[in-house]
Nanobody, 127 residues
């Protein structure tokens, strides 16, 4: 089992930045791909970003490419999402997710691929 806890959400104005963190505990010795998934009110969960175990592979949704950066520190069992130039449409609950998967594939873009989930943290962007 892997336990994930997100932090760093909050209320910001459009154009500002926010940094989300995810702390992992439990079976962290496995080679997990980590992802950030978000869900806006009334919408389905949406892939945001993912990073491979060695951090040599990063994937982003087109909507956040160039604005968001995902990183990880395996020594500290943490994953972060730096969000810059936030837009109103970035408002959502952001979930940290993990899957025991080392091979890059299109499945990483699917929220349903991830096995372990955090409780989520709210990000609200106002005008």
């Amino acid at each position: 089992q892997v336990h994930l806890v997100e932090s760093g959400g909050g209320l910001v104005q459009a154009g500002e930045s926010l940094r989300l963190s995810c702390a992992a505990s439990g079976r962290t010795s496995s080679m997990f791909a980590m992802g950030w998934i978000r869900q806006a009110p009334g919408k389905e969960r949406e892939f945001v970003a993912a990073i491979g175990w060695r951090a040599d592979t990063r994937l982003y949704a087109d909507s956040v490419q160039g604005r968001f950066t995902i990183s990880r520190d395996n020594a500290k069992n943490t994953v972060t999402l730096q969000m810059n130039s936030l837009k109103l449409e970035d408002t959502a609950v952001y979930y940290c997710a993990a899957v025991d998967d080392t091979l890059l594939g299109s499945r990483w873009y699917s929220p349903s691929w991830y096995t372990y989930w955090g409780q989520g943290t709210q990000v609200t962007v106002s005008s």
